[in-house]
Each structure stands twice: as structure tokens, then as C-alpha cells.
């Protein structure tokens, strides 16, 4: 049984810096791409970040660009998601999930590519 669980989530003042911590287990972790999206209230869950098997290869959406980094720990079945100058619109659930097939990778960040998800962590930034 696969599980995913994120973590790290919380209220920030604008410009401050988070991690969010996402683990999955009951799968080879090393086998899959995994990925973060996020939900704010009223829109549409929208992809942010993807990171190869192996990371390394990864993809952002624009909005994220030169503020978010996504890596990965294999040993410990971990992806992270560093979140720097965070801004009010960046107030949402994250999610992650576990890319669909195994060896593949997409930049798409399009959600019907992803299986697996996990509940969620809620990050809010105050203005």
C-alpha cells in the first residue's frame, strides 16, 4: 500500500522561506518522479514543481521560478520542496505525488500524470 505524506507546511510573513517535506512509502521511491502541486482557496490545484527519478532533471511553473527549489532524498524517500520570497499567492494546500509510470518524466506538471497523492500541508503567507 503506497502512502504518501507531506509535512513542514505554516503561516510565514512575506519573504520569509519554508521546506515542505513529502514521504512516500510502499513503492520503489527511486523508481518514480515525483511531484508538488498546490490548491488555493476558490481555484484550481495547478502544478509547481517535478523532479526526476534521480533529480536530475527538474521543472517549475513560471510563477515559482528563481524563488522554489525542488530536490530529493532517495535513501530516505523524501522530496522537498525549498520555498524562498514567498509571497501572499503562494498561500495554498500543497500537495505531493508520485508521478504515474515508473522511468518517466514529464514537465507537463499535468495532474492526470500523477497517482498517489498525500493529504496535503497548508502554507499560509501574511502579508
Known amino acids: 500500500q503506497v502512502q504518501v505524506v507531506e509535512s513542514g507546511g505554516g503561516l510565514v510573513q512575506a519573504g520569509g522561506s519554508l521546506r515542505l517535506s513529502c514521504t512516500a512509502s510502499g513503492l520503489t521511491f527511486a523508481d518514480y518522479s515525483m511531484g508538488w502541486f498546490r490548491q488555493a482557496p476558490g481555484k484550481e490545484r495547478e502544478g509547481v514543481s517535478v523532479?526526476?527519478?534521480?533529480?536530475?532533471?527538474?521543472a517549475y511553473v513560471d510563477s515559482v521560478k528563481d524563488r522554489f527549489t525542488i530536490t530529493r532524498d532517495n535513501d530516505k524517500a523524501t522530496v522537498f520542496l525549498h520555498m524562498s520570497s514567498l509571497k501572499p499567492e503562494d498561500t495554498a494546500m500543497y500537495y505531493c505525488a508520485v508521478m504515474r509510470t515508473r522511468y518517466t518524466f514529464s514537465a507537463a506538471l499535468r495532474e492526470t500524470d500523477f497517482t498517489y497523492w498525500g493529504r496535503g500541508t497548508q502554507v499560509t503567507v501574511s502579508s
Open positions: 523532479i526526476s527519478q534521480y533529480g536530475g532533471t527538474t
